[in-house]
């Protein structure tokens, strides 16, 4: 569960008059004067047509890609201006992801692309084993700890990465069309699975075009063309 | 903003240890073995080759050192030449005393070729000789020759009056005679004589292996042989060696010098010694080659690594990575395979030089300075081959890094 009073700040997560720029040639507009809150514990969808700028916000919302103008705080804090070295420690710490791909590495065990998610925080290896066992378990899978990628389906592939996404319990989740590879089944699945998180007390922002998987968030916020076209919450 | 969340976020780095360092390193071989055997073939034979050549020439010309060495260098070997008046010339029989007055020098031994024919036994002469020679020596021939005995006595004071003889290795093995204990005679130029010694090899006068040495009483007594000496071997100190032999050919022949053959016995063995310099760098060379075609190999391979692995650098991104942490990665796995192809290079080079050395009855002499040069070479060639590709992977732009096509 969250807790606020712990929280530096009210949103986990703050876009101010964010614009992003491609040098091109030709030059494009991907993203014009963003701006948007995040609180803890929402669950935010992120919908848009192909071309809108949704991976482009979702890589800047990860600090993954600097914006050519405007702000991010990430619990209170702007990370605009930071070193590469300080954006690594903010991603190892605060933020987690989950792609369409899923991205898991082949060689290693579930428990191990879990485990990956610590990787880089400093944590010690069997604290990081045991919070990752911990953390297969939530997302259903405890029982196939050491079975590696290819011996899982995609549905449960991609609850691997969102255990690995959550591990080190960020202050939000980034999700970028994660049920684009899945059929309707595992989407479904993998929705409840978000949902059941969300109610947990982590915040997910999910980017999405299938309006049908946007349902699932409380408030939807529609791209058009780098722009915000609506904020609607339920 | 308060204290407290200034402190949060100054907490906030990536860190990574050197196990996990090496740990993800070494995750891109674990899965990709094949690849990482065939990849590292090219260093395992470049460091093979050279710790094998290397440790090869060091336990062969250690060899040959040490025979120089135990053979000393100041050995000359005075001969008549072929003078203008070209009959077999030989030396004046008082040669032996002249050059013995020469201040430097401390052993004069002269020795004289009789012909005839050595035989194990007077039945068998159809002719062969078996290529042995019956020399008549002094006294002191093995000691200026710093040679040994396999077996018996050399002649003395007393044997060399006698029908007594002693066998070259050479000799020896070709009469088939093993030792002296049967107290065995041979049909010497007509005349029976018994076998007293056998020498070693004389690796500074290989053409005394092949002959029957008796002492110049036993050859005038018995043979009826009184000849001015053909070769005298004189050791003097080794400061003066070049100065004894420039004044070596007016002191035995002060009428016709050019007559005189002076030879320093131990060019022999450094002209062995030389050749093989000569094919210790050209297998260096070889050797060089071969780890600069396996540098290429292991980078390539590592270019190619980063290429198929984007994706992966793009999510080690996302999961907090620093560019350091990327390029310790593959710096890592190029070490890796480099360190891996080292010293099973290393331990291949020793097998070869130790089987070839056993092969060659030479001692094994493999230096430490081989052994760590060879690991050390891999190290710095894991550097360089692993360095661009690392700086490729570390400055991927994470976004490009997680696009899939
Ligand atoms: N590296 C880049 N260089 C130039 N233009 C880019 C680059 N990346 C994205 N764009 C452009 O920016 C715009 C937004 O792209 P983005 O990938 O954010 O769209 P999206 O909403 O995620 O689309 P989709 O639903 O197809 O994934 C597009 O017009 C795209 O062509
Ligand atoms: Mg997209």
Redesign the pocket.
Known sequence: MINLENRPSQFALELKEIS?I?P?PPI?Q??SEISMAVTHGELLGII????????????IMGTLSIPSSGSIFIDGRNVVGMSDKQLSGVRSQQIGFVFQEFFLLPGFSALENVANGLLYSGIPSDERKERSFEMLGRVGLGHRANHLPNELSGGEQQRVAVARALVHNPSFVLA??PTGNLDSENTASLMGLLTTLNEEGTTVIL?T?DLEVAESAQRKIT?RD?RVDSDLSR | MDHSTSDKFSELHSKMGLRDILSVGSSGLRTRRVRAALSVIGITIGIAALVGILGLSQSGSADLLKDLDALGTNLLTVQAGDGFRSQQASLSSDATAMIDRIGPVYEVSATTKITGGVFLNDLIQDGRTKGITIVAADLNLLSAQRGSLKSGKFLDEMTSQFPFVVLGSVAAERLGIRNTSANQRIWLKGKWFIVIGIMEPLPLAADLDRSAIIGYPAAYKFLGFDEPPGVIYVRAYPEHIHDVRSVMPATVNPENPEEVQVGRASDVLEARIAASDTFLNLFVGLGAVALLVGTIGIANVMVIAVIERRNEIGLRRALGATKFHIASQFLTESLLLSILGGITGVVVGMLVTAIYAISQDWSIVIPVYVIAGGILCSILIGGIAGFYPAMRAANMSP??ALRTK
């Open positions: 992003k491609y091109g494009v991907a993203l848009g047509s192909s071309g809108s700028g949704k991976t482009t916000l979702l890589h970028d069309e980017i075009h791209l780098g | 976004t490009e």
